[in-house]
């Protein structure tokens, strides 16, 4: 992974002290400030209370969690706070989200937006030049040393398609700038990649030229940079490999020193249950081992330092991960693709042995080898032997009561075998690996409230004791919004499910037809959205309307970017566009909410997590189902109002919000408090959407 700093200089000279921060946040933000005088921008006052909170925290090296509603300005409220006291403390500051588009916006938008009111002061001019970058995983790159000996080595390491592969990507690295994989179209082949990606210690600055190689050229930018920005994945991946802990620092989270916003925060509890536990694959696993050795093409890094006896080995661990993981899949995954695992002795460890023999051999190569990138490749080759060998016996020890195991089959074929562990509770995890790292941590996001309290997010990241506040948007939600909820569609229930079926497809053609501008349509089952679809999609052609649905050939990115050019289009999408669609304009006129967004309890996190609320007196609906659907409601219409001249319409399809004593919180979770009850019979007359 691209690495952790290992060093304490700053391009920029400390330029003032920790209040000066605080004084500036208040001279820009303020009524009449130098935002407001020098830019022409809009003084918003939730955006003026947020920008002070952050740079208190900043300065106080306190946690903040701050709620700010769409329209708020909550990227400058804590970027120009955050870029002063880097740059006056010689820190860095790291600003994470969840999704491409957010950090696409805060680099090409926000940070020269930056630049531009620091240039436009003249007390703040020395803050102009200050660096940003973007964290990239290490495996990402190219590297150009590791490249060098693939070709060199071709005729051991690759057969004649291989071949042609990697001189494509040769021919490629003569001219990119950034030596980055998603440059390279069409993408290069993983086995090809794997061979000259930075992902290796073979690639380092004791191995790789520093001003000719991509990564360790990244390292330099990320060495200068006042604003690091990285993804929350990649984040908490970092933390996990050791973060600025390792450096030695007693203060930071990735970098020493550092400090740090979240951003779209709502996502963290999500993300640190995925990466605070296990993912081992079989796919992953003969991906490993192939890379050693394969035995079809008897080619790999031992075909090259190795003999018989440790390509034996090799093709053991191999025969003994496929009656591993076939095992698993024939016994255990056969009938679903998810099973919970609660007992340990799942399987027998047929790999256990294997692994350990294999890395024990390669650690004697290693150990023949002088020094040099060849003994460093071997020795980290070794370490991920055993790094999976320990996690294999962790899950099959199934041990530690505060997890939960599970077994997943996936792939193109469903073939795939993935062993998952993950947290009961993130809660311990964030606090010590992030809260506790003596530094200021500010989680922000237009939802982390449940109905009006912080507190069920705030106990989910165990930040109980940090200082929280909320602010509304400043957009005006009574003049260019309207709600509607349908009264008279089936409750879901197994006895209804046809006829809500019904019912649901006759108002999504009603109101997708009715509304001229674009049109989103949020389903919570694919299963749903695929046989709602199956039925209109017709009906769209007919009338002329650009129908898109997610699972197709196109991207969210695309999909999202044909929905704002088409200006009157319909997309229906599931999980993943309930948060981070943003299309501004006529173009997204309506969001339609299926169904409300509870999770299905089977999951074996959820199942586990219930159990263990109810184990310790709570109660799972209230305490774990129910905070997080209305997080996930309250995102998932707030992609229709955009900017302060954006108008629409919500219209809610699961009369459960009238029905159910929870559904009152669900409306109170609404941008406005009226809303209209439609039916069959009065929605021609009712229904009324702006455009």
């Not at 640190?272 to 079809?296: C, E, I, Q, V």
Request: contains cysteine.
């Amino acid at each position: 992974m691209i690495g952790l700093r290992d060093d304490t200089d700053s391009t920029l000279p400390p330029v003032g002290n920790p209040s000066h921060v605080r004084h500036f946040a208040a001279e820009l933000f303020a009524e009449g400030g130098w935002l407001q005088e020098g830019l022409k921008l809009e003084h918003r006052p939730q955006q003026e209370q947020m920008a002070r909170a952050t740079a208190k925290a900043f300065s106080t090296d306190e946690p903040l969690l701050f709620e700010a509603g769409t329209g708020v300005g909550k990227s400058l409220a804590y970027l120009l706070p955050g870029i002063i006291h880097a740059v006056d403390q010689s820190r860095q500051l790291i600003v994470s989200t969840h999704t491409i588009s957010l950090q696409e916006q805060v680099q090409t938008k926000d940070l020269p937006l930056c630049r531009r009111v620091f240039r436009a002061q003249p007390e703040l001019a020395a803050y102009a030049d200050f660096k940003s970058a973007i964290l990239v995983g290490k495996a990402n790159y190219l590297c150009p040393t590791r490249l060098a000996t693939a070709l060199r080595d071709k005729q051991d390491l690759f057969s004649t398609p291989e071949s042609a592969e990697l001189q494509r990507i040769a021919t490629w690295a003569e001219s990119t700038q950034d030596g980055l994989r998603h440059e390279l179209s069409p993408p290069p082949a993983p086995e090809v990649w794997e061979w000259v990606s930075a992902d290796s210690s073979a690639c380092s600055r004791k191995h790789c030229n520093g001003d000719h190689c991509f990564y360790q050229r990244a390292r330099t930018r990320i060495r200068q940079a006042q604003v690091i920005i990285v993804n929350h994945s990649l984040l908490f991946a970092l933390m996990n490999a050791g973060g600025a802990a390792e450096k030695g620092s007693a203060r930071g989270v990735l970098f020493p020193d550092d400090f740090i916003v979240l951003d779209e925060a709502h996502t963290v509890p999500e993300v640190a249950t995925d990466h605070f536990g296990l993912r081992l694959s079989s796919y992953g696993m003969d991906r490993m081992l192939k890379y050693l050795f394969n035995p079809k093409t008897r080619r790999g890094l031992l075909a090259r330092h190795g003999g018989a006896f440790e390509q034996q080995l090799v093709i053991d661990a191999l025969d003994a991960s496929e009656q591993f993981f076939g095992f698993l899949r024939e016994k255990l995954l056969q009938k679903q693709p998810i099973v919970r695992i609660r007992d340990e002795g799942a399987c027998e460890p047929w790999l256990d042995g294997p692994l350990q023999a294999l890395a024990k051999a390669i650690g004697s190569i290693a150990d023949k080898l002088d020094e040099g990138k060849e003994r460093d490749e071997l020795l980290e080759q070794r370490s991920r032997l055993k790094s999976s060998q320990t996690g294999l016996r962790q899950w099959l020890d199934a041990a530690d009561e505060s997890f939960v195991y599970w077994l997943e089959r996936s792939g193109r074929h469903r073939t795939i075998v993935t062993l998952r562990t993950a947290p009961l509770d993130v809660a311990p995890y964030l606090r010590e690996q992030l809260l506790g790292c003596g530094t200021s941590v500010v989680f922000t996001s237009a939802t982390l409230a449940s109905g009006d309290s912080l507190i069920p997010f705030q106990t989910r990241i165990g930040a109980t004791d940090a200082q929280a506040v909320l602010v509304a948007s400043p957009f005006d939600f009574e003049r260019n919004m309207r709600i509607y909820v349908a009264a008279d569609i089936p409750l879901p229930s197994p006895r209804e499910a046809k006829l809500a079926i019904e019912a649901l497809i006759d108002y999504i053609r009603f109101c997708t037809i009715r509304v001229k501008g674009g049109s989103l349509v949020l389903f919570t089952s694919y299963t749903d959205m695929r046989l709602v679809a199956n039925t209109l999609e017709e009906d769209y052609r007919k009338a002329g309307r650009t129908f898109l649905m997610q699972g197709e050939d196109l991207s969210r990115t695309e999909l999202t970017r044909r929905l704002q050019s088409v200006g009157n289009g319909i997309l229906f999408g599931t999980d993943s566009f309930w948060a981070g669609v943003d299309v501004p304009g006529p173009s997204l006129s309506q969001v339609i909410v299926t169904r409300l967004p509870f999770d299905p309890p089977s999951h074996p996190v959820a199942e586990a997590r219930s159990e263990w609320v109810r184990d310790h007196g709570g109660n799972p609906f209230n305490d774990l189902t129910l905070p997080d659907a209305l997080i996930k409601f309250r995102q998932g219409i707030g992609r229709l109002i955009r900017t302060a001249e954006d108008r629409g319409v919500i219209t809610i399809l699961d009369a459960r919000v009238l029905a159910k004593s929870y559904g009152r919180l669900f409306i109170a979770s609404m941008p406005i408090n009226d809303f209209t009850r439609l039916t069959t019979d009065n929605r021609e007359r009712l229904f009324l959407p702006f455009v």
